[in-house]
């Protein structure tokens, strides 16, 4: 089987929006990166400091309600999840991307715009083969009965369990193998939810202020106030598990394993990064191969690779 390559965007692309949090227009564009480049958010609103901010888990300073990747310099970049889980969903290894403002556009709430929008010019292969984080041993966290962990597995995939006392959202879990494709047709199109009782509180911390029922599901004590109603019977849980895909990625490079998440959120799947690289008996770097078409997750090369991330 065939080493898989590393792949980049194959042209500038950009896609305009608004905050969630922020509410303020933001235009987005992904921008080809050489290989062994990783993945920078450039604030091209800033020049007078550094204005490149590394997507790595170690850059995260903030988890209320979305991920905030800080550069050494303070610039900020809210919001990343649901882009990153594309980039993941997609593999995408080196891109740069340019953002005129301090937060991504939430656009529908989900991140199928994303990958419409890296689909308009398609990816390109690059000659070095991908880099894996192989999970060797279990890994878990838990703060308050909430749990995330990593468990070795083969190719990736997501089991979550949602518990919201709404009748709307009540306890749910799904299990998603997200190989051969498999996040474009079950997590792409997940959107985020909220709370209408939420909101004025939210609204007076400078947050959610440009959520509508455009770009999230909005449930109302045991209703969906929606009036196209749900994406999916459960759309609540994928939309965690998107989350927890971009969340995921900020490892540096794609995880070989299995996530479980108990009503975790960007707090516990951060948590649950650090655990991972404090104990180096946890995982290994692998070479990824090509997937196999009619398997249920990727295959991956058993041998190890010794850069850093």
Not at 83 to 91: D, R, V
Not at 94 to 119: K, R
Not at 248 to 271: C, D, M, Q, T, V
Request: charged share 25%; aromatic share 8%.
């Amino acid at each position: 089987m065939a080493l898989e390559a590393q792949k980049t965007v194959a042209a500038r692309v950009s896609l305009d929006g608004v905050g969630l949090h922020t509410g303020a227009p933001v235009r987005v564009t992904l921008v080809p990166a050489p290989s062994d480049h990783g993945i920078f958010f450039r604030r091209t609103d800033v020049s007078d400091r550094d204005n490149m901010v590394p997507a790595l888990y170690d850059h995260v300073r903030d988890t209320t309600l979305c991920t905030v990747l800080v550069n050494g310099a303070g610039v900020s970049v809210r919001t990343v999840e649901h882009l990153m889980a594309a980039l993941s969903g997609l593999h995408i290894d080196n891109v740069v991307i340019e953002i005129d403002g301090p937060e991504l556009p939430i656009l529908d709430g989900s991140a199928q715009p994303f990958v419409e929008m890296i689909e308009r010019v398609g990816t390109r292969n690059q000659r070095p083969p991908r880099r894996a984080i192989k999970i060797l041993k279990r890994v878990e966290v838990v703060v308050d009965g909430k749990i995330a962990a990593l468990v070795p597995g083969e190719g990736f995939g997501i089991d979550f369990e949602i518990d919201f006392p709404s009748k709307a959202i009540e306890r749910r879990s799904g299990s998603y193998d997200l190989g051969n494709g498999g996040f474009a047709e079950l997590l792409s199109g997940a959107r985020t939810f909220g709370f209408r009782a939420e909101v004025e509180y939210l609204r007076s911390k400078g947050l959610a202020l440009g959520g509508s029922l455009d770009n999230a599901v909005v449930v109302d004590g045991d209703a969906i106030m929606n009036p196209e109603g749900l994406r999916f019977d459960d759309e609540f849980v994928r939309h965690k598990a998107l989350d927890a895909l971009g969340d995921l990625y900020l490892a540096g490079a794609p995880i070989i394993g299995r996530f479980e998440g108990y009503k975790s959120g960007h707090a516990l799947n951060n948590k649950l990064l650090y655990a991972l690289f404090a104990d180096r008996t946890a995982w290994t770097y692998v070479a990824a191969v090509e997937e196999v078409e009619g398997q249920s997750g990727a295959a991956w090369a058993g041998a190890s690779v010794a850069a850093p991330l």
